[in-house]
């Protein structure tokens, strides 16, 4: 079974940026296609973006496309998400996913096999 942590979260300003980092352990990386979705007070769960599990393929929402990248490196067990000119409406607990197999544009929260347990991003405007 993977166990994903995430790091990274925190107070931030309109416009700012922040480094969200998702460690993984147990279970071979390499095999999952990762993703992240946020979950704002009172809303439903939403992808962010997703990684191929070879990380030549992303995708993202349409809402943090251009701000927001998503890379990872095979060889620490690491998915990264970089999110520059952050505003307040980004403000949420952003969950990293593990899905096995191939991330499409069509994947949602029910294909995930794997969750970590959210870190808080907050942004002030």
């Known amino acids: 079974q993977v166990q994903l942590v995430e790091s990274g979260g925190g107070l931030v300003q309109a416009g700012d940026s922040l480094r969200l980092s998702c460690a993984a352990s147990?279970?071979?990386?390499?095999?999952?296609?990762m993703g992240w979705f946020r979950q704002a007070p009172g809303k439903e769960r939403e992808f962010v973006t997703g990684?191929?599990?070879?990380?030549?393929?992303?995708y993202y929402s349409d809402s943090v496309k251009g701000r927001f990248t998503n890379s990872r490196d095979n060889a620490k067990n690491t998915v990264y998400l970089q999110m520059n000119s952050l505003k307040p409406e980004d403000t949420a607990v952003y969950y990293c996913?593990?899905?096995?197999?191939?991330?499409?544009?069509?994947?949602?929260?029910?294909?995930?096999?794997?969750w970590g347990q959210g870190t808080q991003v907050t942004v002030s405007s």
């Open positions: 996913a593990a899905k096995s197999g191939s991330w499409t544009g069509s994947t949602t929260t029910r294909h995930v096999d794997y």
């Open positions: 147990r279970g071979t990386f390499s095999d999952y296609a």
């Open positions: 990684i191929s599990r070879n990380g030549y393929m992303t």
